[in-house]
């Protein structure tokens, strides 16, 4: 079993906390010793909120990390700072009921990929990426890095998605669509055009 922490402390935190249950009913993998937060010692369901952001910084012995945060800004500057710390791995962490053609998927690293979702062949995604509950991710798919996709997202086929998007929970992105850097697609929005300035999109079709 080796040791991994969760960085955050709410909600999505906790939910991250379940998924590594999950993944370890199938095959035991990961020992939690607990989420990383500033209220150090107060407890968060099952597991402590164990240390403060000096322990990832200080720590000399290899630590698994993941992140229990569902904000895009907010994860790309935590990856940047706890990433200049060697010892600290991120592994990325995918349900066991996830079906995709793993051969032809490319995944970096941080990434949780929750339970239910599909890809099907030939997708790239980044690192630290956020993909709740019962996504779909079409063929051809590219995904940056940073990104959040809240539960039940639709990403058609030939999608380009940049890096530090949020994808409302039950959007639908339409096939080959680009969606740039540092956008907001609305809960239960359908895309039919390029998303490509910063902004929140919303309705159906999908207006800036
Ligand atoms: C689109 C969104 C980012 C807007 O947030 P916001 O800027 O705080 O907007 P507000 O809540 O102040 O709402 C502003 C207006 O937009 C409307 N609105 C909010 N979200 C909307 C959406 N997804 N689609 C259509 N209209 C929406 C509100 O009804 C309100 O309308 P009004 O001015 O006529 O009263 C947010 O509502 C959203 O959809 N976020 C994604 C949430 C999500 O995925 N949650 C799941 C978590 S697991």
């Not at 709410?10 to 998924?19: D, M, N, Q, S």
């Not at 779909?136 to 030939?158: C, E, K, Q, R, Y």
């Not at 956008?183 to 039919?192: E, H, N, R």
Request: with cysteine; hydrophobic share 40%.
């Amino acid at each position: 079993m080796k040791n991994i922490v969760i960085i955050g402390s709410g909600g999505f935190a906790k939910e991250v906390a379940f998924l590594i249950d999950e993944i370890n009913r199938d095959k035991p993998t990961w020992n939690i010793l607990g989420f990383i937060d500033n209220n150090v010692s107060e407890t968060n369901g099952k597991y402590k909120i164990l240390q403060n952001d000096e322990y990832l910084f200080n720590t000399t012995n290899e630590l698994n990390v993941v992140f229990g945060i569902g904000n895009p800004a907010l994860l790309e500057k935590l990856y940047l700072k706890f990433s200049k710390n060697k010892k600290l791995k991120f592994p990325n962490l995918i349900h066991p009921n996830v079906s995709g053609d793993w051969e032809r998927i490319n995944l970096g690293e941080g990434n949780i990929i929750c339970a239910s979702n599909t890809f099907t062949t030939d997708i790239v995604i980044g690192n630290c990426n956020i993909i709740n509950l019962d996504c779909t991710i079409g063929h051809d798919t590219a995904i940056g890095n940073f990104n959040v996709l809240n539960p039940s997202v639709n990403v058609s086929g030939g999608v380009k998605i940049g890096n530090k998007n949020l994808l409302g929970t039950s959007s639908t992105i339409l096939q080959y669509l680009k969606i740039n850097n540092n956008i907001t697609i609305g809960a239960g929005a359908l895309l039919t055009k390029n998303a490509e300035e910063e902004g929140i999109y919303i309705g159906s079709p999908a207006k800036k």
